[in-house]
């Protein structure tokens, strides 16, 4: 019997990977593919270092993805190019993943999911969302990047939603509001309730 697929998405730092350890928790492998693109990038170094130099590069060798995303990120002709130099090698990843498991349900986190190889196979969607300064403060902190690098970031995805909502799959809408206090644990427990009445929905997990 085949895996039933979940895509799961969200806009720069909505928090999508705290929903990700949610369906781990219950039992539902994840493959993040933006992880997955680390290695992606490694092994298609050489055409990178072709097509942007060799001034991405940290003093190991590897590529510095800080100093590469602060080049394509704006640059809506020189991300195109480095998606279609790393998307390749990340769907074929991607489908040996999927080949490799046997659970009944798999989960496929990724920020652009609609260009997952998997994308076309998905039982359902889930896209993550935080209001836009909860998501700056998490940028902010997590990656420590200028704040006119995160706001290009932030505006590369003013049309985020559209896509998701014209294909096939169920769609839901997860709000992850981060709070913070003696409401967390509350709102904790409302979205893990949100995450199970999903799954139930689609015949996933308990």
């Given amino acids: 019997m085949k895996s039933k697929l979940i895509g799961l998405t969200g806009q720069y ?4 990977n705290h929903v990700a350890s949610i369906l781990e928790a219950r039992g539902i492998p994840v493959l993040d593919v933006d992880k997955l693109g680390h290695l992606a990038l490694e092994q298609e170094k050489a055409a990178i270092t072709a097509r942007f130099g060799t001034d991405i590069l940290n003093a190991d060798g590897s590529i510095n993805r800080k100093a590469l995303g602060a080049r394509v990120f704006g640059n809506p002709g020189d991300l195109a190019d480095l998606e279609a130099i790393v998307h390749p090698r990340a769907n074929q990843l991607t489908e040996t993943w999927i080949a490799s498991r046997t659970e ?3 989960a496929i986190n990724a920020a652009l999911l609609h260009r997952s190889a ?6 359902c969607i889930i896209i993550v969302q935080a209001g836009l300064l909860t998501r700056l403060f998490r940028a902010k902190k ?6 006119f690098e995160l706001l290009k970031r932030f505006k590369s995805q003013h049309q985020f ?3 998701y909502f014209q294909g096939n799959a169920d769609t839901y809408i997860v709000k992850n509001r981060g709070v913070l206090g003696t409401c967390a644990r509350w709102h904790q427990h409302q979205l893990e309730r949100r995450i199970d009445a999903i799954l139930q929905r689609e015949g996933i997990g308990r």
């Fill in 161 to 163: 939603n559209a896509q």
């Fill in 142 to 147: 997590r990656d420590k990047l200028p704040l």
């Fill in 104 to 106: 009944p349900a798999l």
């Fill in 118 to 123: 998997a994308f076309q196979k998905l039982t």
């Fill in 13 to 16: 730092c909505a928090g999508k």
